[in-house]
């Protein structure tokens, strides 16, 4: 083997691990965005779940009857759903 052999058989190691090392960090890079985006999101449901406790805190906290604290809770409800849709179609 001559050194003009040696020196592209080298040239084409590292040329294979160049390309190697770029796909894997292509890899690490999306891999990378899909946590930021699933952080994103959990940061979202952390202040859904505090706002939704806030409210049961403060529904506990006053003197409802039972129809006034079911009336309450449905709209809570009906409003936490419209909370999910307009999270989804954003994530979308």
């Known amino acids: 083997m001559t050194k003009l052999d040696s020196i592209i058989s080298k040239m084409n190691t590292i040329l294979g691990d160049y390309i190697e090392l770029d796909q894997r960090y292509l890899q690490v890079v999306k891999e990378r965005d899909i946590l930021k985006q699933q952080i994103s999101e959990q ?9 939704q406790s806030d409210l049961l805190k403060l529904v506990k906290g006053t ?5 006034d604290s079911e009336e309450v809770k449905e709209l809570l409800n009906d409003f936490i759903g419209q909370i999910d849709k307009c999270l989804a179609m954003l994530n979308n």
Do not use: F, H, Y
């Open 63 to 67: 003197n409802l009857t039972k129809a």
């Open 43 to 51: 940061k979202a449901d952390i202040e859904l779940l505090k706002e």
